[in-house]
């Protein structure tokens, strides 16, 4: 069903108000993914500060250029394009979005979604930069790992010390 001039001005402002609101935008492809699937990400991504939107392309790409952003080619955005729109936080909606495609990778699904690009700092980073920034640990993640770095010598002192003192008692 084609919309009425006034739903595509009623989108395009939309549009244009999510776009002001993010602190950064993801543009990814997806395909054939069951109604059920995209909503269980659609609240992924709503927990973690963040809107996802299947975007109409020629509207979303007006509302870009109105907004200050770098334009996008149109043959670039194939096939049911969405967005990914990070209020919050700026990378925690990426991550739950990443976390679903490497369960549909690992489960072999048929559906998947793939990142084109997205705006950081109103400036179009590529693909493969989004694949990175999708990849690096959180802060949780990372105090976790350092932890560990400085808790693991300790131990292993600790439990050498144990063994030379029950070798001791042993001889003694």
Known sequence: MALTRKQKGKLLEDYKKMLEQAKNVIVMKMFAIPVNEINKVRMAVAEDGGKLQVVKKRLFVRALEESGYEGVDLSNLEWSVIVLY????????????????????????????????????????????????????????????FAFLIKYPVQAFAMNLKQIAEKKEENA
């Not at 209020?87 to 549909?104: S, T, V």
């Not at 990175?132 to 949780?140: C, F, S």
């Open 86 to 145: 990070s209020l919050e936080d700026e990378f925690k909606p990426l991550k739950a979005i990443n976390k679903f495609k490497k369960q549909w990778k690992k489960e072999k699904q048929k559906y998947s979604i793939e990142y084109l690009g997205g705006f950081y700092d109103k400036s179009w980073k590529d693909a493969q930069y989004v694949t990175d920034v999708a990849e690096l640990p959180t802060k949780e993640e990372l105090i976790g790992k």
